[in-house]
Each structure stands twice: as structure tokens, then as C-alpha cells.
């Protein structure tokens, strides 16, 4: 069975302090790890798409890396409009199904 | 725009009584998905299509129901049988219809259910 693992659950970052947020997964086959922002009471907006291990992509103040086991998604000089609950999820061999971790909620402060 | 879209955009329901959640895309997707969301949980796949006229169960389909008649349309049917259906509910689309496909899933603004 696919896992999702997010940490922290919760990050609360002044404005310019740049952090890193972590996504771990086990899956059989990893088809693609996914990353998205959720602001509330709205649905995911899609961010990235890694495939394979030492992948990155960018996105403004927004980085994600890959590696076999987790995924980090980094935050350079973040602003408070960069607060929100970002999720990871892992699509696997077994199908088109998506599994999802809890999810991270930043804040960042001004 | 393209996009998806979900309604209503708050829903109640009073014991007993089935409700039925919209969900239409124009971005000519060929799956769509339907996800619960709970405080301090994960999304959870309730169903999925990949194509018009099938569909498959989720993880957690018990109570629910759904068609798909038309590629733009994959409506949710909460039933009375879901004891707990308080909870966002998320509709999502992808491209292509293999179950190897590696396109993302794209989200509406969901709808959130209450009980009376």
C-alpha cells in the first residue's frame, strides 16, 4: 500500500526566512509525485511534477527536489501570499489512483 | 477559462434524504475523481472514471454513487446509507485514460456538506 508522509504539519515562518517542507513516501513504482497548494475553503492548485529521483523544479520563490524515499519542497524568501497548506501525493504502478499526505500548513508572518 | 466547476458551493442535508453534488469540466478531461476532505486528514478517493459510462470504487465508496453519461459531467450522489457525509468534497480531472498515465489532477473549488 502507498504512504504519505508530511512534515512538519504545521510551519510558521517570518517573511524572508526561507525553510524547506518534507514529503516521505514508500510506493511500488513511483509513476510521479505531485505537489499542491491548497488555500482554504479552495480546492488543490496544482504546482509540480516530479518522475524520477534528482528531478527538480522551479517556481518562483518555489523549489522541489526528489529523491527515492521523500521529496522537499523549499521556500526561498517566502512572503505572506505564500501561506497555505501545500500536499504531497504519489501516483504508483498499481494504477491512476493518487494517494495524498495530510498536507503542511504555512504561515508566514510579515 | 477552462476549468472545473463544482456546486453548490455549500450543501445541507437532512436525515434521510439523498443529495446530489455537481461537478462539469470543459478542459476535456477523460477521468474525473471525486475526493473527501476531513480536518487533519489526507484526501480520500471515493471514485474515479476513466472513461464515459464505467467507473470504479475508491477507497472509500460506501454511501456514495456516481455516473458518468457525459465526458464533462461526473456527479456525486451522498446517500442516506453515509452516516458521517459532513466533510469538503473535492472533484478532480486528468488527461488520458490509461491507468499509467502520469498527468496531474486538476481540482474544483469543492463543495462542503453539513448535516441539519
Known amino acids: 500500500e502507498d504512504q504519505v508522509t508530511q512534515s512538519p504539519e504545521a510551519l510558521r515562518l517570518q517573511e524572508g526566512e526561507s525553510s524547506s517542507l518534507n514529503c516521505s513516501y514508500t510506493v511500488s513504482g513511483l509513476r510521479g509525485l505531485f505537489w499542491y497548494r491548497q488555500d482554504p475553503g479552495k480546492g488543490p492548485e496544482f504546482l509540480f511534477t516530479?518522475?524520477?529521483a534528482g528531478e527538480e523544479k522551479e517556481k518562483e520563490r518555489l523549489k522541489a527536489t526528489l529523491t527515492k524515499k521523500e521529496s522537499f519542497l523549499h521556500i526561498t524568501a517566502p512572503k505572506p501570499e505564500d501561506s497555505a497548506t501545500y500536499l504531497c501525493a504519489v501516483r504508483g504502478a498499481g494504477g491512476s489512483k493518487l494517494t495524498f499526505g495530510k498536507g503542511i500548513t504555512l504561515s508566514v508572518r510579515p | 477559462d477552462g476549468g472545473i466547476t463544482q456546486s453548490p458551493k455549500y450543501l445541507f442535508r437532512k436525515e434521510g434524504q439523498n443529495v446530489t453534488l455537481s461537478c462539469e469540466q470543459n478542459l476535456n478531461h477523460d477521468a474525473m475523481y471525486w475526493y473527501r476532505q476531513d480536518p487533519g486528514q489526507g484526501l480520500r478517493l471515493i471514485y474515479y472514471?476513466?472513461?464515459?459510462?464505467?467507473?470504479q470504487k475508491g477507497d472509500i465508496a460506501e454511501g456514495y454513487s456516481v455516473s458518468r453519461e457525459k465526458k464533462e459531467s461526473f456527479p456525486l450522489t451522498v446517500t442516506s446509507a453515509q452516516k458521517n457525509p459532513t466533510a469538503f468534497y473535492l472533484c478532480?480531472?486528468?488527461?488520458?485514460?490509461?491507468?499509467?498515465?502520469?498527468?496531474?489532477?486538476?481540482f474544483g473549488d469543492g463543495t462542503r456538506l453539513s448535516i441539519l
Open positions: 472514471s476513466q472513461i464515459v459510462n464505467d467507473f
Open positions: 478532480a480531472s486528468s488527461e488520458g485514460q490509461r491507468d499509467y498515465s502520469n498527468q496531474p489532477q486538476h
Open positions: 516530479l518522475y524520477s
